[in-house]
């Protein structure tokens, strides 16, 4: 992956927003503990980045384009 994490404040807590190689998940700010994971994407290829309630993410492999995914807080 070549994204950097983000601190997500939502409506229902503050938490780091992280993507891997093939996934994104999301950790307690305090404990480091997962609260939740997205997998079997292709590699991330851009930062996370957020509209109040929703997460935005985006993948895509080599030469191509992949979908934009949002992720509402609280859902996961």
Not at 18 to 27: F, M, T
Not at 31 to 53: A, K, M, N
Not at 56 to 76: C, D, E, V
């Given at each position: 992956?070549?994204s950097?994490?983000?601190?997500?404040?939502?409506?229902?807590?503050?938490?780091?927003?992280?993507?891997?190689?093939?996934?994104?998940?999301?950790?307690?700010?305090?404990?480091?503990?997962?609260?939740?994971?997205?997998?079997?994407?292709?590699?991330?290829?851009?930062?996370?980045?957020?509209?109040?309630?929703?997460?935005?993410?985006?993948?895509?492999?080599?030469?191509?384009?992949?979908?934009?995914?949002?992720?509402?807080?609280?859902?996961?």
């Amino acid at each position: 992956s070549w994204s950097s994490p983000l601190v997500w404040t939502n409506s229902k807590r503050t938490e780091l927003a992280v993507c891997g190689p093939d996934w994104v998940s999301g950790l307690d700010l305090e404990t480091g503990d997962e609260l939740w994971r997205l997998s079997r994407f292709q590699p991330f290829s851009s930062s996370p980045t957020v509209d109040g309630d929703i997460l935005y993410i985006s993948n895509s492999a080599k030469s191509s384009t992949g979908p934009l995914l949002g992720i509402r807080a609280g859902q996961m």
